[in-house]
């Protein structure tokens, strides 16, 4: 099995002074609001090789309900390039949370076992992994910027929302 760029694992994240570090922010959402910082050894994050952590503060309102849908839109600022959905993980996906709940108990570990999510306050880190050589390709990666989104929706409402930069750039590899 192929593992995804983003593997999710809930954790608490011991952050260190000497990394560096973009603060999450919030873009609204019905019920659920995010707040936290994406971490990295470096100011730049090398592809393919590097990787991120971002640690997460989520608190809901109310339950999150069965269907709940995971959106990330991964786009390039300089010119707008959206990263395509790859794998059914990386890139700019849609993604069934609570089915990735269950078939990947392994990367995401909340304390509960599926939906509905009840209201509470969540704190997680989710690791995001720069290491398939073909990140490199058509990259046009020297210290590129890009912002990504993630939305959680029920139908068609955006119950939460984040987002937070990231700089990536070639290795050379």
């Not at 809901?60 to 959106?71: D, Y």
Request: hydrophobic content about 40%; charged content about 10%; glycine content about 6%.
């Amino acid at each position: 099995m192929k593992r995804p760029i983003v593997l999710i694992v809930f954790a608490l994240l011991a952050t260190s002074p000497s990394l560096c570090s973009h603060n999450i922010t919030d873009c609204g959402g019905s019920y659920v609001a995010f707040s936290g910082q994406s971490t990295d050894s470096a100011d730049i994050t090398q592809v393919p090789g590097g990787s991120i952590v971002l640690s997460i503060t989520a608190i809901n309102i109310q339950s999150i309900p069965a269907g709940v849908v995971l959106t990330k839109l991964i786009r390039r600022e300089a010119d707008d390039v959206i990263v395509p959905c790859l794998d059914g993980f990386s890139g700019s996906c849609q993604i069934d949370l609570c089915d990735f709940m269950i078939n990947y108990p392994e990367l995401i570990s909340l304390p509960v076992a599926g939906c509905p999510i009840p209201p509470a306050s969540y704190s997680f880190s989710s690791n995001l992994f720069f290491n398939e050589l073909w990140l490199a390709v058509n990259g046009n990666l020297q210290n590129a910027t890009y912002n990504m989104r993630y939305e959680l929706k029920v139908e068609q409402e955006v119950v939460g929302c984040f987002t937070v930069p990231i700089i990536l750039s070639s290795s050379g590899v």
